[in-house]
């Protein structure tokens, strides 16, 4: 559901004729535009105990906006805080319209890159924990081949799982697996054993790598 809501305003402000006016195409704002939030949701939470809040300045705005990956000549400072999803308070401070957005941009974040997830803490964060769950659960789903949960020696089918599920899966073992990065895995906090049952399905870049205590692939 935010997926969707989130795709449909970045397409619903890169086509307003103004956008189109100021650039030759739009696929380049809707891009800036979406690293803009995902970008600003770190901040946000990088910056939450000195800012007291998740908030943010306009200063701290356009430092934001001058980072090479957001490039200010595609997106100026009145877009980020007239285009994106963010409301301002009494004090000219800027922040997300809800919370929730917050959270899922986090959890975004959190499923594709371990480090941050490494440093997250998930307290009072209950949202992002459960997109972060259910980012992982849709994509062990597209796999063939059954996980197991504690005490469970029989395993249930990959494509039944649910996302309340993730925190108390012990093993998984793949016998097909589609694209994907092996950061993704971070996330399966209680994994112990994720088993390739062919050789020959194991992407590259897995190789040795070990995600979490005693987790191995083989």
Not at 12 to 36: C, D, V
Not at 64 to 90: C, F, P, Q
Not at 120 to 146: C, P, Q, S, W
Request: glycine content about 6%; charged content about 25%; overall charge positive.
């Amino acid at each position: 559901m935010y997926q969707v809501l989130i795709n449909k305003w970045v397409a619903r402000e890169s086509n307003k004729p103004a956008i189109g006016i100021r650039h030759n195409g739009m696929y380049s704002y809707a891009e800036k535009l979406l690293k803009f939030s995902f970008e600003l949701s770190v901040n946000l939470y990088d910056e939450r105990e000195k800012r007291q809040g998740y908030l943010i300045t306009v200063d701290d705005l356009k430092k934001l906006l001058s980072r090479k990956s957001i490039e200010a000549d595609v997106l100026s400072l009145d877009d980020s805080t007239g285009r994106s999803l963010l409301n301002r308070n009494s004090l000219g401070q800027f922040k997300f319209a809800h919370k929730s957005i917050l959270e899922y941009f986090l959890a975004c974040e959190v499923f594709v890159n371990p480090k941050f997830l490494a440093r997250f803490d998930f307290h009072g964060m209950d949202a992002t924990r459960n997109f972060h769950f259910e980012m992982i659960a849709n994509m062990l789903e597209r796999f063939e081949g059954k996980f197991f949960l504690k005490d469970d020696f029989k395993g249930k089918n990959l494509t039944s799982i649910i996302p309340s599920q993730i925190k108390n899966i012990e093993k998984i073992i793949i016998t097909k697996i589609r694209h994907v990065t092996a950061e993704n895995f971070a996330g399966l906090i209680g994994l112990k054993n994720l088993i390739f049952a062919n050789e020959s399905l194991l992407p590259h870049y897995f190789g040795l790598k070990t995600f979490g205590s005693g987790l191995q692939t083989s």
